[in-house]
């Protein structure tokens, strides 16, 4: 099991930049890859960025260039700075975890936080 407590959602308006922190329960070298996904009204969550064990990153199309993930080992916290922000990215964004177990692998979601985009 583990805990997710995401923070640094809000309104801001396109070109701005905002913060999101994800803070774990348990060490982050203990989870396999810790990911942003988002989801806007009426459609599906969908993948922003991932970041493995090992430091690989993984970005959707539409953000790459403009978002960054990266971790704090010691304070076992993932972040994504989102730099020129479009109303487009407006979203609940959900930070997650997956932690492998044997051959199963499980998804582990925060609350998710609010980020508005206005133009």
């Known amino acids: 099991q583990v805990q997710l407590v995401e923070s640094g959602g809000g309104l801001v308006q396109a070109g701005g930049s905002l913060r999101l922190s994800c803070a774990t329960s348990?060490?982050?070298?203990?989870?396999?890859?810790m990911g942003w996904y988002r989801q806007a009204p009426g459609k599906e969550r969908d993948l922003v960025a991932l970041?493995?064990?090992?430091?690989?990153?993984n970005y959707a199309d539409s953000v790459k260039g403009r978002f960054t993930i990266s971790r704090d080992n010691a304070e076992n916290t993932v972040y994504l700075q989102m730099n020129s922000l479009k109303p487009e990215d407006t979203a609940v964004y959900y930070c997650?975890?997956?932690?492998?177990?044997?051959?199963?692998?499980?998804?582990?979601w925060g609350q998710g936080t609010q980020v508005t985009v206005s133009s």
């Open positions: 348990r060490s982050i070298f203990s989870i396999n890859a």
């Open positions: 970041i493995t064990s090992g430091g690989s990153t």
């Open positions: 997650n975890a997956r932690i492998m177990r044997g051959r199963d692998l499980y998804y582990y």
